[in-house]
Structures are given as structure tokens and as C-alpha cells.
């Protein structure tokens, strides 16, 4: 995409950004690449198979501290990029966005311009997580508690769901604590069912949907599907994320309390 990397030319050569946040040809999928010069940014492409929400670099310091930056951001990076802003993780302005929008690229130059052409997009299409999910969805309370059991009882605690996620960015995550030890930190079946459930308690009201989790799991654990459900019923049960905060900071006076016995 020869527009993309002469806009990180021009940007690299007048000295608007230090780095480029984008994606190069991989060996399945394009992968994430960090441009400083003119001849990495050769290797710039941007199409509809960017699916790695690359908005997880913007919150580390050891890749973006105290440089000026620059992102090719595909639709769910746009959304994750929203909700870095409303949480004060990144600045307004302090970032040169792109968007690939109908297969064009689209500089954004506000947080709000972002948020209005998000209120109109269609969400790309995943046709293999919907089946899923409605195979999930029609399974008894049994059959999905054995479901979950069964998968989870693989996961070997790398992390790699946390790490591919721009909205894990704590700096110590409730796993590593251990006074109190919330989670036991080996793997075994209880202890991945805890921490995935504290990870999807985390996103409530946060995650984007992008499925970047799910993909970066090496055993192949559909624990995206998890954050994509916690979506579904906050926004049944809560309506769209409000404007700032999340739904297990933020509440009315007015809200439900029919949880509260
Ligand atoms: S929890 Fe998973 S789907 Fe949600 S923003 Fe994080 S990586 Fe994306
Ligand atoms: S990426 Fe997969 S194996 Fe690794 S901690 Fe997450 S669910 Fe477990």
C-alpha cells in the first residue's frame, strides 16, 4: 500500500513521528512491524488480514516512551485506542492514527472523529465465532460448564492472552500478586477457570471484541469467545459503555439492584 508508507516517509522525514506502528508481510498474516526509517517503512501493507490489535504497543514505555507516534489501526484497534483514551492511557493529539476504512486509508485527527465514524461502522465480519457462539448459547448450563472445564484445563498459563491485549496493561497483574494470593499461579483446572474469569471480569465494559486473545493463545482456546460474550450481556444489561469509566467503575443512582438480595 504505497499511500501508507509514503505517509510514514513523510512523517519519519519531517520529524512528526520517531516510530511507526504498522504491519509487514508474515509467514500466514501480516505481523506487527515498528518503522524508524525510510527503508523499513517499505515493508509497510495494510489490508482486511490486519487482524492483530496492534493499539497493545501504545501503552508500552519501552517501545513508545517519550517518542512521537504513528499507527496503522484496523477497526477494533480504533475501538481499543477510544477506550486507552478514556481511561488516560494515551493522549489526544499525541498520536498520528490511520484507519483503514472501505480499503482506504483514513487519517483521524481526534479522538471524537474516531468515536463518531465507530457509531456508523459495520464491525468486520466473523463468521466462525458466531457459530461458535451459537453452539455455546445452545448448549444447557451443564453441558457449557463442561465445555469451558474441558478447555481450560489445557491452558498452560503463558499469558500470551493477557500480552496480545491493549487493555492488559497494569503493570502488575492481579496473577503476580501473591500477598494475598488471589490466584494460584500454576496451571491446573480451577486455578486457568479463576484467572480467565478475573480476566474477563477486567473487561467488562472495556473490550473491544477484537480477538486478539483468542488468537494469540497457542493452544488454540477460544477465550476470546469469553470477552465476546461479557460484551453481548453488559450491553444488554448496561447499554453502550459509558463515555468515560467502565461498567464495573462507573454507576448511576437509578441503576438495576435486582442483584442485591
Ligand atoms: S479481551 Fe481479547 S477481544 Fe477483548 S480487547 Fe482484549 S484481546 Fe481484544
Ligand atoms: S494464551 Fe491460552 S494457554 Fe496461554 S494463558 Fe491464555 S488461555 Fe492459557
Same mark, same amino acid.
Given at each position: 500500500m504505497d499511500e501508507l508508507r509514503n505517509k510514514a516517509k513523510e512523517l519519519l522525514t519531517n520529524g512528526e513521528i520517531d516510530l511507526f506502528i504498522g504491519y509487514e508481510e508474515g509467514t500466514r498474516i501480516p505481523r506487527p512491524i515498528f518503522v524508524s526509517t525510510l527503508e523499513e517503512a517499505e515493508k509497510l501493507v495494510f489490508n482486511d488480514k490486519c487482524t492483530g490489535n496492534l493499539a497493545v504497543y501504545l501503552t508500552r514505555?519501552?517501545?513508545?516512551?517519550g517518542k512521537k507516534v504513528g499507527i496503522a489501526a484496523s477497526y477494533y484497534a480504533l475501538k481499543s485506542i477510544c477506550q486507552l483514551?478514556?481511561? /488516560?492511557?494515551i493522549k489526544e493529539h499525541s498520536i498520528k492514527i490511520f484507519g483503514l476504512v472501505d480499503n482506504t486509508l483514513r487519517p483521524f485527527n481526534t479522538i471524537n472523529e474516531i468515536k463518531e465514524y465507530l457509531k456508523e461502522a459495520t464491525p468486520p465480519e466473523k463468521q466462525t465465532d458466531d457459530e461458535l457462539m451459537a453452539q455455546i448459547d445452545a448448549m444447557t448450563m451443564e453441558e457449557r460448564w463442561q465445555f469451558w472445564t474441558d478447555e481450560l484445563s489445557k491452558c498452560f498459563k503463558c499469558y500470551a492472552c493477557r500480552a496480545a491485549c491493549p487493555m492488559?496493561?497494569?503493570?502488575k497483574c492481579i496473577v503476580?500478586? /501473591?500477598?494475598?494470593q488471589w490466584i494460584q499461579p500454576w496451571a491446573a483446572t480451577v486455578s486457568n477457570i479463576e484467572w480467565q474469569i478475573n480476566r474477563v471480569m477486567h473487561m467488562a465494559g472495556r473490550c473491544s471484541d477484537c480477538g486478539s486473545c483468542g488468537a494469540a493463545?497457542?493452544?488454540?482456546?477460544?477465550?476470546?469467545?469469553l470477552t465476546h460474550k461479557m460484551a453481548q450481556l453488559v450491553k444488554e444489561n448496561f447499554g453502550e459503555a459509558s463515555e468515560k469509566g467502565n461498567v464495573l467503575s462507573t454507576f448511576k443512582p437509578e441503576d438495576k439492584e435486582t442483584f442485591i438480595l
Open positions: 514505555k519501552d517501545l513508545v516512551g483514551y478514556d481511561e /488516560n492511557q492488559c496493561y497494569c503493570t503476580e500478586v /501473591n500477598r494475598p493463545c497457542p493452544l488454540g482456546l477460544p477465550v476470546h469467545i
